[in-house]
């Protein structure tokens, strides 16, 4: 498929979406420049003396040339030290420790396909498909460096990726301080800027907050993408709101640590750098070597926020998920880790799974401590085999007995990690990552094992193949509960330290891949404490993610909103949990706590022993309704109506793909006195379809509830919620 054209006179190209553009030119012959990102146009003329206005203290590139002034161009890939002072793509320093700035030798290339990334996840090409990429090398005879720029646009989705990749052609070895996989200028239009700050049991929140002349940025150096900051971000035109205005969309396809950068300078030009985190990076390029940078997604929609959502939900639909389960329903599970913690052995387990089987619950999830001697968290991560103690038999003998139940057997695992009271901490007491000569430092009372060592990661593969073989195991929460400090390498020199990081994230990967791979029909859901590292890079593997520890549904709410706006519901773990609730003690009603999960992934972590028989039988109703519209839910249009950040009420919708039928949920998360009735306006309606809702019964045309609101009922009470399904026809 043709998406990129090239206009060799005028040295300009532009990749192709079905309803945007993007456009760059090679301005001088040697500086990419950007030129236009935005809704889909047939040309971009030549800009010509555009960038003729000589500014004091303006710094020339070429001697007497004042057309040319490096600090107002919109480039594609930020300088430094060349009179560009804004914030830089990269920085490195060649074989005499002297900066690269240029000048460069700059081609375009066109390829049929998109590039290899080395060791990294990156968006997937389909079999046999035939994508065109751009590539742009701009090589540094002085230094023999070439930086590619690559960029591939996946038309369906209007969406753009972006990697760059350093190889070095000299005789010296270049040290890469700082290297962005994505870097744009462009003009300020008030641009607002939504990310995704947040803490552990409370991923996600959503941040709006204009740029103003300096700089703004937000990252992570805890080793993995965090709690605190997610690396997804958007800038809004001032008037963008979820059904209309300009959305231009940022994420990374990277699980360590990352930094995101924007600059608005004097000229109203802002500049976006997103990439790995210069201050936990550095890389050695030897001669010959290749070094790549993680691939960046950007999506531009002139649909509002809900029309750049959608394209992100369909890209990880299509590009980032396993493509086992880019179709396949997620079964309804429960986990026994809020029933029981680590007080079980096998009667109890036995009599969890006799309980939920017949409540229609699919997958039976063994969480921690089904290892040996773990009765806390003070011991035996990295001891992966069954404690017999709790389970005689063994994992085949209980998963079995799950089996005969009529579910399917998941576990917890928690591989990267390990216990000072462990076998394997005595067997391997270099293993784990330290700063010699200097106190360990502890999270959760376990360590960090060092990834970026290749006997550690060859000893996960083979511990954890041996443990998904030994019993019928179709599912595996794979966790990560702590960040990661005081990172040394004995295994490297003195001069490579700093690659660590990103080489634990590379043996990360490697890991995942291998295992994914050979069980292709397992299930795995990814954790870190919560949604400490739901990210693309995870999802590349592991379907799905668990959103947060924080199973509230007041808190949830807020928190799979937030989530939504870059990554699709079928990715997100939920759970109907006990009340008072474990994280913040607060009661909410069953009817709540499942309308908020079954907007995920639906599962269940209470006790279900003790239930009242009103409780269960309702809880079976709720799994019944929920595989009756899972298909709808899970791959269905997600569409946020009414923020919880905003008001005191929440609303979505999930809607077929042909808009007809849709399932429609409202929650108000504290009792007003006098509350007037409520009206939620629709979206994304066929017009003239009549839609009927047969329980109540209700029937309007798409245009009434589009433009004149579906009325709400009166609910009384604290934590309210509704649920209702329209048919049209």
């Known amino acids: 498929m043709h998406t990129v054209f090239y206009d060799t006179k005028k040295q300009m190209v532009s990749l192709q979406g079905s309803r ?23 040309s971009i003329k030549d800009p010509g003396t555009f960038f003729s206005h000589e500014r004091a203290f303006a710094i020339r590139v070429k001697d007497r040339d004042t057309s040319f002034f490096i600090e107002e161009m ?39 396909r998109k590039p290899e990334i080395q060791g990294l996840p990156a968006a997937r090409m389909k079999k046999d498909e035939k994508l065109e990429s751009l590539e742009i090398v701009m090589s540094d005879t002085l230094s023999g460096l070439e930086i590619s720029l690559h960029y591939t646009m996946f038309p369906e989705d209007d969406a753009l990726v972006r990697n760059v990749s350093f190889h070095n052609r000299g005789d010296s070895a270049i040290r890469i301080e700082k290297a962005a996989s994505m870097s744009l200028d462009i003009l300020n239009r008030g641009f607002e800027l939504l ?35 997610n690396p997804a971000c958007a800038l809004l035109e001032a008037d963008t709101n979820e059904f209309r205005g300009s959305a231009y969309g940022f994420n990374l396809i990277y699980s360590g640590n990352f930094l995101t950068e924007f600059e608005l300078n004097q000229d109203q030009n802002v500049r976006i750098n997103m990439g790995i985190h210069p201050d936990s990076f550095e890389w050695q390029l030897e001669p010959e070597q290749r070094f790549d940078t993680p691939e960046a997604v950007l999506v531009y929609s002139d649909g509002g926020i809900n029309g750049m959502s959608g394209q992100f939900h369909r890209f990880i639909q299509e590009r980032i998920v396993p493509p086992g389960f880019k179709h396949r329903e997620r079964p309804v599970l429960f ?85 000072r009271r462990s076998e394997l901490a005595q067997l391997h007491p270099d293993w784990h990552i330290s700063n010699p000569g200097r106190p360990l430092s502890e999270g959760r009372n376990q360590l960090v094992l060092d990834l970026s060592r290749t006997e550690v990661c060859d000893f996960l593969i083979d511990t954890v193949d041996k443990l998904l073989s030994s019993a019928l195991i179709q599912y595996v929460k794979w966790d990560m509960n702590r960040y990661i400090t005081g990172f040394a390498a004995l295994h490297l020199p003195v001069s490579r330290q700093k ?19 050979k069980y292709p029909e397992v299930l795995f859901e990814g954790c870190a404490g919560g949604g400490g590292r739901f990210d693309l890079g995870i999802l590349f593997f592991m379907p799905q993610f668990w959103t947060s520890d924080n199973t509230d549904a007041v808190s949830r709410i807020r928190i799979q ?68 519209y899972r298909r709808l839910i899970q791959f269905g249009r997600f569409i946020r109506l009414q923020s919880p950040f905003d008001t005191n009420e929440a609303a ?78």
Not at 218 to 224: E, L, V
Not at 407 to 412: D, P, R, S
Not at 501 to 509: A, F, P, Q, S, V
Request: aromatic share 14%.
């Open 20 to 42: 945007s553009t993007y456009a760059i030119k090679l301005y001088n012959s040697n500086l990419p420049m950007h030129m236009y990102w935005g809704p889909k146009i047939g």
């Open 74 to 112: 919109h480039f594609e890939y930020g300088f430094s030290e060349t009179g560009d002072f804004r914030i830089p793509a990269f920085s490195i320093r060649d074989g005499r420790n002297y900066p690269v700035t240029g000048p460069f030798e700059t081609v375009f290339r066109i390829h049929e």
């Open 195 to 229: 990310y995704l700050p947040g803490v552990w049991a409370g991923e996600r929140r959503v941040m709006r907050t204009p740029l103003v002349p300096g700089s703004i940025s937000f990252g992570s150096t805890r080793g993995i993408s965090s709690h605190q900051f």
């Open 335 to 419: 986990n026994n880790w809020e029933a029981t913690y680590f007080n079980f052995d096998e009667k109890v387990l036995k009599e969890l799974t006799d309980g939920v089987s017949d409540l229609g619950i699919e997958l039976f999830v063994l969480d921690d401590g089904w290892f040996e001697g773990r009765n806390s968290d003070e011991t035996s991560l990295g001891d992966w085999y069954a404690d017999r103690k709790k389970l005689p038999g063994g994992l085949r003998s209980f998963g079995e007995y799950v089996e005969k139940k009529g579910m399917l057997f998941g576990l917890w695992i928690e591989p990267e990690m390990i216990s």
């Open 499 to 517: 690659e660590v990081y990103h080489r634990y994230i590379l043996g990360l990967y490697r890991i995942m891949k291998t295992i994914t791979e």
């Open 561 to 628: 909103y937030g989530t939504s706006i870059f990554y699709p519901p079928i990715t997100m773990g939920a759970h109907v949990s006990i009340v008072p609730n474990h994280q913040v003690g607060r009661c909410t009603p069953l009817k709540m706590r499942a309308c908020t999960a079954m907007s995920g992934n639906l599962g269940y972590e209470l006790d279900l022993r003790r239930q009242k028989v009103e409780e269960l039988e309702e809880i079976r109703q709720q799994i019944q309704f929920y595989k009756k």
């Open 652 to 729: 979505w919708m999930f809607l077929e793909k042909d808009g007809s039928d849709f399932i429609f949920f409202w929650f108000r998360l504290h009792a007003e006195a006098e509350k007037a009735v409520s009206k939620i306006r629709l979206s994304y309606l066929v017009p003239d379809k009549i839609y009927r809702e047969d329980s109540f019964p209700l029937e309007y045309t798409g245009s009434e509830l589009m433009h004149g609101g579906l009325p709400l009922p009166q609910v009384e009470g604290e934590y309210a919620s509704l649920m209702f399904v329209f048919h049209g026809n």
